[in-house]
């Protein structure tokens, strides 16, 4: 069973960085899409930042120039490099990946979800 864990959350000051991680286990799709998504409180969830597996990126207009998702080791791990963080970034952060029909969707959905890590940022 596929199962995606979250790491690199933390508290920072604006302006300051982070790096998250997620790591896939068991996830041996040749087609997909893995994304980031957060969650604020009382706030509907976002997605951040999404690769397929042709390597094209995309991004919410809120962290364009900001966040660089990437990965390693094909799709075992999956990163968000975030700078210049604002309190507005504040939330929980997902790892989602697709699976063969959500893949065939066109990416809109996705099955496999992380448990989440809190990011903070004070003023």
């Known amino acids: 069973q596929v199962q995606l864990v979250e790491s690199g959350g933390g508290s920072v000051q604006a302006g300051g960085s982070l790096r998250l991680s997620c790591t896939a286990s068991d996830y041996y799709d040749r087609d997909y899409c893995m994304a980031w998504f957060r969650q604020a409180p009382e706030k509907e969830r976002e997605r951040v930042a999404n690769?397929?597996?042709?390597?094209?990126?995309t991004y919410a207009e809120s962290v364009k120039g900001r966040f660089t998702i990437s990965q390693a080791s094909a799709k075992i791990t999956l990163y968000l490099e975030m700078n210049n963080l604002k309190p507005e970034d504040t939330a929980v952060y997902y790892c989602?990946?697709?699976?063969?029909?959500?893949?065939?969707?066109?990416?809109?959905?996705?099955?496999?979800w992380g448990r989440g890590t809190q990011v903070t940022v004070s003023s």
């Open positions: 690769i397929d597996s042709d390597g094209t990126t």
């Open positions: 989602a990946a697709t699976d063969l029909v959500s893949w065939a969707r066109g990416c809109s959905d996705y099955a496999y």
